[in-house]
T-cell receptor
């Protein structure tokens, strides 16, 4: 079945440093979504990418969808303590109607 | 707006007991989902529903049953709980299928002793 892997599994940064998480799928994705889960909370939708090579920005967050639509990345510039949480990518293949979630990257930010 | 509400929030069961987790959404969403979240494994889809009266298996359906008798409710049942079902369970809903964001409830923390 479809597998979506994320690296790294954990990332510990100093406040102000940049952070990137990578998402890789074993199959071509029709679209990819990104979610953030705060500690003890539930996943919250951040953004969706649909087109090959698409880049979207939300303030300090930059999301990219690979040319082959099999990988994606989330980059946070100048991390803040409010960025703490686990970031998940989730993709859909072909004509499917289910999301397959990645394994997630847990981000910790130190002052 | 309540969004997606899950009950109960916490529960401890003994092996072999049964229980039902309730999910209710007030957004008139067609699609509803049940996931389990275990450390290091992300979210895994148990069952989902594309509309009232319909259900389908997800990635890890064994040991669970679901029902969608009303559009706003999606029930997850454990007939005979096992320690391997200790997890955090999340319900989610979406307006449509793959191109729509999913809205999650706060989760149910379930421990099976």
């Amino acid at each position: 079945g479809q597998q979506v892997m994320q690296i790294p599994q954990y990332q510990h940064v100093q406040e102000g440093e940049d952070f990137t998480t990578y998402c890789n799928s074993s199959t071509t994705l029709s679209n990819i979504q990104w979610y953030k889960q705060r500690p003890g909370g539930h996943p919250v939708f951040l953004i969706q990418l649909v087109k090959s090579g698409e880049v979207k920005k939300q303030k300090r967050l930059t999301f990219q969808f690979g040319e082959a639509k099999k990988n994606s990345s989330l980059h946070i510039t100048a991390t803040q303590t409010t960025d703490v949480g686990t970031y998940f990518c989730a993709g859909v293949t072909g004509g499917g109607n289910k999301l397959t979630f990645g394994t997630g990257t847990q981000l910790k930010v130190e002052l | 707006n309540a969004g997606v509400t899950q009950t109960p929030k916490f529960r401890v069961l003994k092996t072999g007991q049964s229980m039902t987790l309730l999910c209710a959404q007030d957004m008139n969403h067609e699609y509803m989902y049940w996931y389990r979240q275990d450390p290091g494994m992300g979210l895994r889809l148990i069952h989902y529903s594309v509309g009232e009266g319909t259900t389908a298996k997800g990635e890890v359906p064994d040991g669970y049953n679901v029902s969608r008798l009303k559009k706003q409710n999606f029930l997850l049942g454990l007939e005979s709980a096992a320690p391997s079902q200790t997890s955090v369970y999340f319900c989610a809903s979406s307006r449509g299928n793959r191109n729509q964001p999913q809205h999650f409830g706060d989760g149910t923390r379930l421990s099976i002793l």
